[in-house]
């Protein structure tokens, strides 16, 4: 029996990063799509409480089962389990993203978050991001390598609990060297907020910033990314300082 | 000189359990609040990239300086530390959250999410959730807890990048036996989705589901809550699962 894979996204069901995915795992399995029916980056592993969410069937693909969703990435993978497969897929896929999701990003990544919430629910899960923002990225050499990770996780003894961080360079003129397994890089964002004053002179703010890095070790994300391969970063949802734990022990009354 | 407090929540400022915690923390130093101006529960570490953000200044409070922010409460933490206090302050407090916020639930959790984002910006942060959903919940017992931990922690090595995930059991006839530092339990929703038709006979959906507990060590956030303790799980944001690493290694190409 062919396996059955689930993809989703954050950028919205018709992103070329999607597409791009589809047109890969569709060769692995029978595919069902549940993407969120519009852009949902940052969106991290928000749920959907306070509103009802409406799932409608799309005409979007010829080679798979597709619906728009439209809450969030972690919502399409609830949504996807729960009410339409009524099972558990054999692989979660999500992405590519328009846009590297390395290092702590991976919290505010929807595309990531879709996955952590794949491991949750111990189904092997893996986001896929490219490290270019264009809507028209080039993700031809990206597809191959995608292809490849897959294959490796259906042949594998997937970890339980565990889903992969997959950050892919950005195409150009030197090719991809290999893929690395990384460390999460302990690199942030240097926040902004760009000030504007609307058309009553009322302000309003647009968050901005960059982001660095002062993690100089070579086992990181950024550090494979930077240096032309593509990283990958088993992760989990186990967020408990493990080491800090004796310190505070002292306060326990 | 007096410590800079800074206070956000998930439930909006007007919640009671905002309240009761400026209340606290006006005692220990002075308090700038920057909380969402809608409840935005289950926003987890959202952040709103493709909407302006509004911040209007709050009249709710007359013993501190407060605002409303439009945003998540990551959003509240980021605009408050770059835009409004342009400097980093010497605590973070989140909460008190209507509802617990244990195990798992630091990724759904708003609350905790603002915690996280001040351990990025290594700020000693905490989180604290009451389990008790009641929009008029009784925070009396929790808040001399409160008082407690944020005495603790001013007066202690704050670990860097590290905040707490302080979750307090519902007030009863039973007095709270104490505080337990612990880990995060490996517990998950069984999601479930009430399908319903609309006006026009379309469906829509509400996430629901239960929180399922398979976890039985005595050494979880869980335990500790089920048999009357305040549960103190140290927490960060590297979520490496360092433990896979060498299983994925034959991958690298």
Known sequence: M???????????????????????????GDVLVIAPDKPQSGMGHAITMNHPIRLEKSMLYNNCEAFTCSGTPVDCVKIGIYEIMHRKPDLILSGINHG???????????????????????????GFSLKDHDSDADFSEAKEFVGQIIKDTLNSDFPSHVCLNVNIPKKSDVKIKGIKICRQAHAFWADRFDKRLDQFGKPYYWLTGEFLNQDMERDTDLFALENGYISVVPTHFDMTAYKAIEQFKKWEI
Chains 1, 2 share one sequence.
Do not use: C, H, R
């Open 100 to 126: 590297e999701n390395a290092s702590s990003n991976v919290l505010y990544s929807g595309t990531m978050s879709a996955a952590v919430e794949g491991a949750m629910e111990n189904i092997p899960s893996i």
């Open 2 to 28: 062919k396996p059955l894979i689930f993809v989703t996204n954050d950028d919205g069901i018709s992103a070329k990063g999607i597409k791009s995915l589809i047109e890969v795992a569709v060769e692995f």
